[in-house]
Structure formats: C-alpha cells, structure tokens
C-alpha cells in the first residue's frame, strides 16, 4: 500500500469535479481503495473519497473504529442515496481536505444506499448516525460539494480565504 496526498484547499478545481461512475470492481480499483484507506488512517480521519488524492472515480472508503478497536473499513463505489429521512442531525464535521476546520452541519438522520462492494456485487446499506452523516459528506465529495457549502456563505467565503491566503504565503 502507498500513502496518496490528500487534495486540499484552496485547490478548487480539483475538489469541485464531479466524479464518474467505475465500470466494475477489479485490481486497479482495490489497489486504490487500499491506499486511500492507508492514507486516511494516516491523516487520520475516518473517510475519504476517491477526488480527495485526485482520482475522479466513484469511490470511497469508511472507517468509524476508533484507536485500539478492530478495523471495519467500507469500500463504497458507484453509491446512490435511494432516500433520505426527514428527521435532521447535526454533526461537527470536518474533512482531509480543509484542514484543522470544523463546522456544524445539518443532515438527514438516516439514508439508504445502493452501491458496489468490495467484491464487485450491488449492496444496499441502511445508515444512521455518524455513518449516515460520513457517507453523505463522502458522496458530496464524488458530486463535486465540499462540506462547507452546508454553511453560510460568509463562513464559507472566510474559510477559503484563510488558505488561499495561507497558499500565498507558502504555509500549505
């Protein structure tokens, strides 16, 4: 496995790619799926998308164990939410890619995801909680949507600015 580097802001453009579906699951993909699982428990942190170590493809992996416990990581491609709860939570979320950032957002409580697994076969999830909220700021990430597009555009606007500026004076 090989450590990938993380895609990060100010770098937009990359982040803001809309990811395209794999065509199947075969070494390539699993190769990859392996190193970013490498790469996020590195960072550390507890999901990525593919976009996020620059690779347009539909792909993400998750891992909600906590330090000590077995590993359960979740190889996701080509995920769909099928629906969404109406009932909201709330999460501080923060992300690889915006770096020592947290912000609380609102999502649905719960989804239902149709995917591929690791083994190439169509799966379906029923998530809540903390999973719930890592999918869909994962899959955000495939659609092109960072996590602080959940928040006001003055937030926002002060946060991408704080590593555009950071970007010029060499500190990223």
């Known amino acids: 496995m090989s450590l990938l580097p993380i895609v990060t802001l100010p770098d ?22 392996d190193d970013m699982l490498e790469t996020m428990y590195r960072a550390p942190g507890i999901g990525l998308a593919a976009i996020q170590v620059g690779v347009p493809q539909r792909l993400l992996v998750i891992d909600l164990s906590k ?18 709860s109406d ?31 690791r083994q190439g076969e169509h799966a379906e999830m029923h998530a809540t909680g903390l999973l719930a ?13 960072l996590f602080i597009d959940h928040i006001s555009r003055l937030k926002r606007e002060r946060v991408i600015k704080k590593f555009q500026k950071a970007q010029k004076l060499g500190k990223l």
């Open 12 to 33: 937009e453009k990359t982040l803001r790619e809309v990811s395209k579906p794999v065509a199947g699951i075969d070494s390539h993909v699993k190769k990859l799926w």
């Open 67 to 84: 330090d000590g416990e077995v590993k359960l990581p979740l190889f996701v491609a080509n995920p769909e939410i099928t629906w969404e």
């Open 87 to 117: 009932a909201r939570s709330d999460y501080e979320e923060g992300c690889l890619s915006i770096p020592e950032y947290y912000e609380m957002v609102t999502r649905p409580a719960e989804v239902k995801l149709r995917y591929l697994n």
């Open 133 to 145: 909220t890592c999918l869909q700021h994962e899959i955000d990430h495939l659609n092109g949507v």
